[in-house]
Antibody, heavy 117, light 109 residues
Framework: EVQLVESGGGLVKPGGSLRLSCAAS????????MHWVRQAPGKGLEWVGR??????????DFAAPVKGRFTISGDDSINTFYLQMNSLKTEDTAVYYC????????WGQGTLVTVSS | QSALTQPPSASGSPGQSVTISCTGT?????????VSWYQQHPGKGPRLMIY???KRPSGVPDRFSGSKSGNTASLTVSGLRTEDEADYYC?????????FGTGTKVTVL
């Protein structure tokens, strides 16, 4: 069964950093396009960034509001990829999901990030 | 990259059909055959319903179908059921990024 499990959310002060993890099972994440998507309270879905499958270069892309502050990396040995968030702003407060359309599609359960002083 | 435009709401009675539009530009919806649709029930994570414009993942009822014409993609839900009441979002590949739609709340009357 294809499954994604996020962790690492929490409360952080503006300007702080946080690293989210997404553990994949049932498939190898380096064989899929993996995305981070966020949803602010009461709002719609917003694409944050992605890492392409290795055969497509394994490169990353980011949405304009987070470019230069967020990075994506992965650890093949534990089939987990990460969202490193730096210089956090109050407007980054949201539930963060990892997701893929590959392998029939899968979304994690989401992890809440709250940026507040 | 601006959000794709969806109607805020749509509704239908059980057994009827409802179609949701998703309008973008030639830089996203119109430029690629990579449009996906997601269903989200309150308090839950999204679920992939359609990918690559019209393909259905295993387990998604064939009542759900997708299409595209020019810069507008559409999701049709036929034979509406009470469990179809949810928020629906489209998303499109846009070259160096991806973009979601504004979301549509579907109500089953």
């Amino acid at each position: 069964e294809v499954q994604l499990v996020e962790s690492g959310g929490g409360l952080v002060k503006p300007g702080g950093s946080l690293r989210l993890s997404c553990a994949a099972s049932g498939f190898t994440f380096t064989n899929a396009w993996m995305h981070w998507v966020r949803q602010a309270p009461g709002k719609g879905l917003e694409w944050v960034g992605r890492i392409k499958r290795k055969t497509d270069g394994g490169t990353t892309d980011f949405a304009a509001p987070v470019k230069g502050r967020f990075t994506i990396s992965g650890d093949d040995s534990i089939n987990t990829f990460y969202l490193q968030m730096n210089s956090l702003k109050t407007e980054d407060t949201a539930v963060y999901y990892c997701a893929t359309d590959d392998y029939g599609g899968a979304w994690g359960q989401g992890t809440l990030v709250t940026v507040s002083s | 990259q601006s959000a794709l435009t969806q109607p805020p709401s749509a509704s239908g009675s059980p057994g009827q059909s409802v179609t949701i539009s998703c309008t973008g530009t030639s830089s996203d919806v119109g430029g690629y055959n990579y449009v996906s649709w997601y269903q989200q029930h309150p308090g839950k994570g999204p679920r992939l319903m359609i990918y690559e414009v019209s393909k259905r993942p295993s387990g998604v009822p064939d009542r759900f179908s997708g299409s595209k014409s020019g810069n507008t993609a559409s999701l049709t839900v036929s034979g509406l059921r009470t469990e179809d009441e949810a928020d629906y979002y489209c998303a499109s590949y846009a070259g160096s990024s991806s973009v979601f739609g504004t979301g549509t709340k579907v109500t089953v009357l």
